[in-house]
């Protein structure tokens, strides 16, 4: 039972990390250099894969850390 967390934690990270990045190279994008220069914000499509990124990345650390 405990690997099984153990195992969807470390998916959880690695997922976070392919959100992240996914999130970094859309904000390197046209439209969105675009809109932090107009704006002084990414786009929010950008702030959103971030999030998702930062809240799997806390369950999957939490998931992995938990006894």
């Given at each position: 039972?405990?690997?099984?967390?153990?195992?969807?934690?470390?998916?959880?990270?690695?997922?976070?990390?392919?959100?992240?990045?996914?999130?970094?190279?859309?904000?390197?994008?046209a439209?969105?250099?675009?809109?932090?220069?107009i704006?002084?914000?990414?786009?929010?499509?950008?702030?959103?894969?971030?999030?998702?990124?930062?809240?799997?990345?806390?369950?999957?650390?939490?998931?992995?850390?938990?006894?």
């Amino acid at each position: 039972m405990k690997i099984d967390k153990k195992i969807i934690g470390l998916v959880f990270l690695v997922v976070a990390a392919g959100v992240g990045y996914m999130g970094y190279n859309e904000s390197q994008g046209a439209v969105s250099q675009i809109s932090d220069a107009i704006n002084g914000n990414p786009t929010d499509n950008v702030m959103i894969k971030y999030i998702i990124a930062a809240a799997l990345g806390v369950a999957g650390l939490y998931m992995l850390l938990r006894k």
